[in-house]
Every structure is written in C-alpha cells, then in structure tokens.
C-alpha cells in the first residue's frame, strides 16, 4: 500500500495521540459531485465502510460543507448516514468557522480534529487559522483507517458507544435549554448517580484511554499504559480508582480516573482526571471529595502533584476551592496539600454510590 504523501496532511502533526472526531465535507468529498447542480450525487465507494469503521473505533464524525442542509440531510439520510454525524454544519459559513463550532459543541481540543476537504483552497484555509487541525486531501481517503491517529490502541465498551453517548448528551442540553429555574434544580431532575469503585482488571483499557484523551480536567497529563495500570492496581502501595456517572437519559461510560500513592503517613494523588463530559453536570469534585474522606477517616496527610498548563486551570481551581495550597514544586510540579478539616459534602442532586 502507498503511504500518503506528505503533502496532504500536516506532517508535523504526525505523531499526536488519536482523533476524537473527523470532520467531513460534502461535495466531491463524501460523495462525487455537487448536490446543487445534480441530486443525483453519487457517494464515494468505501465512504460508507469508513464511516462505520471510524464510529466503532468511537471516532466521532461531523459535517462542515456549503450547501443546503434540508437536501443534504435528505440525502444522507437516503443512505442510512446521517446519524454519525454530530452537530453537522451545513451552512455558508466559512469551513474554519464551522470547525470552530463543531470543537466548542462537542468540547474537544481542535489537535484532536481531522478535517477532509478535496479543495486546496479550502485546506490551507483551515491549515492557516487553526494550525493544530490534522488536514486530509479527499484524495487520500482509502487511507484513511491506516492513519495511527484513527487506531485507537484498545476498543472500549465506552468507545463503542460514544456516538450513543453525545447523542444523549444534546437530549440533555435540549432539555436544560428548555428547562425554567436554577441549573441545581435541573440537575435534580436528572436523577443522576455517580459510582467509584476500585479498578477492575476489565476497565484497564478505558482507564489507559481516559489518560490519553482527557486534557482539561486532568491534574497533571501523565499517560499510563494497560500493564502499567495493571500493576498499579495490584500494588498494595496504590490506589487505583474508576467512576462512571448514568442519569435518566442513559450512561456516561467510564468518565473519573484517580490513582493515589498510599503511604502510612502520607497519601499522594499521582493523577486525577475527569472526562470534559461531564464538566457541566456539577460533579466535577465528587471523586476528590472522596479521596479527601478517605485521607481522614486513615488519619493520613494528603497530597498531590499538579503539572499546570494551558488547559487545565478548571482542575486547578477545583483544588483551590477544596482547600488544597501549594506547599513545594518538585522537578516542575507543584505539591499541593489538603486542608482535612472541612471536606465538602457530595451534593444533594446527585446519588453517590461507593464500592470502593
């Protein structure tokens, strides 16, 4: 097989971690033709399989293309295609303003977007205002699936349905939108529940997963691979925690990750994560508080690492907020301790349940 050539891609992108999302356009790209000029637009052979392929690997997909939406959506639909589309934009906007749109509706880093256009013009457009968007020529598209950037390492139950879960997810922003009185409120009528337990050896791959794509809410960005996961769960020094969240209108999946170096003294949180799903549904400092109760009723200090950079001062201020203050930095991390004396209570709009 011909490897792509270079110049259709941003070469120096190569080797950032996987796509979450693929961004297509329409017009002799998805299909021959221009649906304007001739409805009778032909789709591109292998576009179907390598749209399916994507959506089981859990690689999001959405639209950015000129045109009429009402007749591209029917057609789409005349396929069986558009509901691996998320937040499409089928509009005249510029192709860098809908990408802008797609990254903020699905809360994703434009360096874990793809976008697949057959216009020069249209590529070096994106390429030169939103320089960290991997840019595909549509005359690569049966290499596309090759590409490392589109192999996660492992396939989740998670990932397999996380198309499902994003679907769910504009259900439950219909419903706030469309929800009269304060977010708490609405947030109760959520009926949510949010479980910790102790890492199972069947949720490593997930867990190997939320380090690699979680980046905003994450205190210091370190990665951990499966076998490194695997004996941090069996050592008797570390705690290795998972958290999922499910409400009224289905699961979140695996989406809290926290791992805690014990010692007899002093505990120290080597990494804690929470996946930017669940950013707005208010519990963002239950697996923390947790960690906090657990540091007190074992009579230990409480510690943790935190690696600032430009993307998770959300977690940071979450740490300020529970009492935590800097006390040293230590090969370029900072250490922040806990104040134990006053933790903070789960919230009431929520049911936690422990099987930690």
């Not at 937040?87 to 874990?112: C, E, H, M, R």
Request: proline letters at 3%; one cysteine or more; hydrophobic letters at 40%.
């Amino acid at each position: 097989m011909m490897p792509i050539p270079t110049e259709s891609i941003n070469t120096h992108q190569t080797d950032r971690t996987v796509i979450k999302c693929v961004v297509w356009d329409l017009d002799n790209t998805l299909w021959h033709g221009v649906l304007l000029e001739d409805e009778q637009v032909r789709l591109r052979p292998q576009v179907a399989d390598i749209i399916r392929t994507l959506d089981s690997r859990g690689i999001l997909q959405s639209l950015a293309s000129r045109n009429e939406s009402t007749v591209a959506l029917a057609k789409l639909r005349e396929w069986g295609l558009a509901e691996y589309f998320l937040y499409p934009q089928i509009n005249w906007n510029s192709k860098v303003a809908s990408i802008q749109t797609i990254a903020q509706s699905l809360n994703i880093g434009f360096d874990t977007i793809a976008f697949i256009d057959d216009q020069p013009f249209e590529l070096a457009e994106v390429r030169f205002s939103l320089s960290d968007v991997l840019c595909i020529n549509a005359a690569e598209l049966n290499h596309l699936l090759d590409l490392p950037v589109m192999q996660p390492r492992f396939i989740t139950s998670d990932s397999r349905q996380r198309r499902l879960m994003y679907l769910s997810d504009i259900q439950r922003k219909q419903a706030e939108t469309e929800f009269v009185g304060p977010q708490t409120e609405f947030l109760a009528t959520l009926n949510m529940t949010f479980t910790i337990a102790i890492a199972q050896e069947e949720d490593l791959q997930r867990a190997e997963e939320l380090t690699i794509r979680t980046n905003q809410l994450n205190t210091t960005g370190d990665t951990y691979s499966y076998d490194q996961l695997n004996q941090l769960r069996q050592s008797k020094q570390h705690k290795l925690l998972i958290a999922s969240l499910e409400d009224k209108f289905g699961g979140y999946g695996k989406i809290g990750l926290a791992l805690v170096n014990c010692r007899s003294e002093r505990w120290l949180i080597k990494l804690l994560l929470m996946s930017c799903r669940v950013m707005a549904r208010g519990v963002g400092t239950i697996l923390l508080n947790y960690i906090m109760q657990l540091a007190r009723e074992n009579q230990v200090r409480l510690m943790s690492e935190f690696v600032v950079n430009d993307r998770n001062r959300m977690m940071y201020i979450t740490y300020k907020f529970a009492g935590f203050r800097e006390v040293e930095t230590h090969n370029g991390r900072s250490i922040l301790a806990a104040d134990l004396s006053q933790i903070q209570p789960f919230p009431d709009y929520v049911k936690v349940k422990i099987t930690a």
